[in-house]
């Protein structure tokens, strides 16, 4: 592998030789390049390109990256926004304003990745080939990958260029959240317009948008199916169906792991703090089957085993938790991996890294709520957290509950000074 050194002074040796020819050219005195000269400059650029390909392979470049620039982000936004604007009957101006805010370019290639797999994924774009699972395909690297969704996109955009003007009709419920949004975008509780654009995509691409709530379908299909927890903001009226699924959550004394204190109404806890001389909570303690011996977890006094449950979990100031559900049959005792594999479904706060305890872990990019909102629905096997301060998604676990068996909320925490809150 050529020296560093070396690869810099490659440019200059280029450089020199067509100096050469620039003297020979002045020395015939031609105010336009001769034929033959023409030609010397064609043989010159061929072999500067190889010899360049050759040593960019020698450092370990195979090709020249795909360079996915600001301008070309907008003008797959503008066009795209155009289109709908055009042919979703939509009482607003939104989307005409979706290139004058804020977003930066990293959130504009997460929005136009997430939206080309939906339209691969989608039963109405049939951009999938039969046969093809998403599985199945090849890995790509990010600039592969937003190529290839330029291409997706572009290609939409031409699906909706031949459609009519006010051709998707998306009924009163959809208007009624795309008018909440624009109200929020307007009092500055939007950072741009990116998650209206979102939606209106979402409404577009779905088979059946119009059977059932719209907030159902919208919690089933864009939080349990989409590959990006950063496309995360949630409709108000969603949110509101949200709430109205809230359950009073109180802790069970009985299962609590005897290091933990509970207080007195069992709706906080924090670890204990040992002096083995003075108190030790193992002293005298019978473990029983209900109990966990290992993890400093306590379940919640009451399991479900169908409906829909909203709870919320104070967590400020906290360096360690885990907030979750667990199937009633689990393993308590001992250390052993509390997972999905195990029938934990948990997010988890450690050494300031947030994260969903699938297997293997998923690590979660995005800052640390100070209070957590957790919604089971157990007939859609759907585990959902969010930052319930800023209304945001989290992560969602797709889960197979056995109706059969309770599902448990479940809290874990190994800190003495500060108390994990059930609000």
């Known amino acids: 592998m050529p020296s560093q050194e070396a690869a810099l002074s490659f440019p200059i040796i280029l450089r020199r030789v067509g100096g050469n020819n620039s003297k020979e050219n002045n020395r015939k005195g031609s105010s336009q390049p001769s034929s033959k000269l023409m030609m010397n400059l064609q043989r010159l650029t061929k072999t500067k390109d190889r010899l360049m390909s050759q040593v960019l392979r020698m450092l370990g470049h195979d090709e020249e ?12 936004i503008r066009e795209l926004a155009t289109e709908l604007n055009r042919v979703v009957q939509v009482n607003t101006s939104l989307l005409a304003k979706v290139n004058e805010d804020e977003s930066c370019q990293k959130e504009r290639q997460d929005f136009i990745m997430q939206w080309a797999e939906d339209l691969k994924h989608s039963p109405l774009t049939g951009q999938i080939p039969a046969g093809e699972e998403p599985g199945d395909q090849q890995l790509l690297d990010s600039d592969q990958k937003l190529k290839e969704a330029r291409n997706v996109l572009s290609a939409w955009v031409r699906t909706l260029k031949g459609m009519e003007q006010n051709s998707v009709s998306p009924g009163e419920e959809v208007c009624s959240v795309i008018q909440d949004l624009e109200s929020q975008w307007k009092r500055g509780k939007l950072p741009n317009m990116l998650p209206v654009m979102d939606f209106i995509i979402w409404t577009v691409l779905q088979e059946h948008p119009y059977e059932g709530p719209m907030a159902k379908q919208w919690l089933r299909n864009k939080q349990k199916f989409r590959s990006k927890v950063a496309l995360n903001h949630i409709p108000e009226s969603v949110w509101k169906w949200i709430l109205k699924a809230s359950a009073k959550i109180t802790l069970d004394p009985s299962t609590a792991n005897p290091s933990l204190l509970l207080s007195p109404y069992n709706k906080a806890l924090k670890m204990g703090t040992i002096i083995e001389s003075v108190y030790n909570p193992w002293d005298h303690c019978t473990i029983t089957s209900k109990m966990y011996s290992g993890w400093w977890c306590v379940l919640g006094s009451e399991g479900f085993t169908s409906g829909r ?14 907030i979750g559900v667990v199937k009633e049959s689990a393993p ?37 709520p100070s209070k957590v909102g957790v919604y089971l629905d157990i007939e859609e096997g759907q585990v959902s957290f ?11 676990f797709d889960a197979n509950f056995d109706k059969s068996e309770k599902i448990y909320p479940l809290f874990h925490t190994t800190e003495t000074k500060s108390e994990l809150v059930i609000l």
Do not use: C
């Not at 979990?313 to 938790?321: H, Q, T």
């Not at 969010?386 to 969602?396: M, P, S």
């Open 65 to 76: 990256k795909y360079d996915f620039t600001w301008d070309e982000s907008t003008s797959i």
């Open 309 to 322: 449950h909203y709870w919320e979990v104070g967590v400020k100031g906290k360096s360690e938790w885990r």
């Open 332 to 368: 308590r005792h001992g250390f052993t991996n509390l997972n999905t594999q195990a029938g934990y479904w948990t997010l988890r706060l450690q050494f300031a890294e947030l994260m969903a305890v699938t297997t293997p872990i998923t690590k979660l990019n995005q800052s640390v």
């Open 386 to 396: 969010y930052d319930a301060e800023k209304r945001h998604h989290i992560y969602t």
